[in-house]
């Protein structure tokens, strides 16, 4: 049976009107990654809403029961592609999701630690960006929003599991959209050739 490596994006939310992350994952659900013999890629754009968090992540997961799964956003006033190295036990309770709902408590979970380390490596996934001519940096701030929220409930659910934070595919002087695809698949491609692999080369 195939490995699957489950990729997901975000929709639009206030403030978003068009997300790079949704065309990116429209763009490899149309033209798939190249995986190694054995592995199956499987995509999927999220809702921008706290209740994904208990309906659309976990049927998908359970579904697919990834490999390992990597998730893509938006963070558009950054101006490069940023690997978060952690979600933080924190959670906005001031911005609405897509369907106009706010969050009520502020932490991810009362019980949990302040954060959970991403358990893909960081260093890796930013070093096969880079070498596609695309500005890459590790982050250790995935926010407050759903974008921090679904990187802790991933690594929470016990799957080997990263985020990358795209910027608007429209910022002066930064990358374009077939930039941000091009990072998207050599960060897939680092990963997949990870899974498995001896010596830590998929974890941190």
């Not at 798939?32 to 992540?57: D, H, I, N």
């Not at 979600?87 to 991810?108: F, H, K």
């Not at 490596?121 to 001519?133: K, P, Q």
Request: aromatic letters at 4%.
């Amino acid at each position: 049976m195939a490995r699957t490596l489950l990729i997901t994006g975000f929709g639009t939310f206030p403030s978003v009107s068009a997300n790079p992350s949704e065309a990116v994952i429209r763009r490899l659900a149309e033209t798939p990654p190249r995986l190694p013999e054995g592995m199956s890629s499987a995509c999927a754009v999220l809702p921008v809403t706290w209740t994904m968090l208990e309906e659309t992540l976990p049927e998908l997961c359970e579904r697919h029961a990834p490999a390992a799964v990597l998730h893509f956003g938006v963070a558009s006033k950054r101006r490069m592609v940023c690997v978060e190295a952690r979600a933080r036990n924190r959670a906005s309770t001031d911005r609405p999701d897509a369907s106009g709902q706010r969050r009520l408590d502020p932490m991810l979970d009362r019980n949990g630690p302040a954060a959970r380390p991403s358990t893909l490596s960081s260093a890796r996934l930013v070093a096969a960006i880079r070498a596609t001519g695309v500005a890459a940096r590790r982050s250790d701030d995935a926010g407050d929003y759903l974008c921090n929220a679904t990187l802790w409930r991933s690594l929470i659910a016990g799957f080997p599991a990263s985020f990358i934070h795209l910027p608007s595919a429209d910022t002066p002087g930064g990358p374009d959209l077939a930039d941000l695809e091009r990072a998207a698949r050599a960060a897939i491609t680092a990963v997949a050739e990870g899974i498995g692999a001896k010596e830590g080369g998929l974890t941190r």
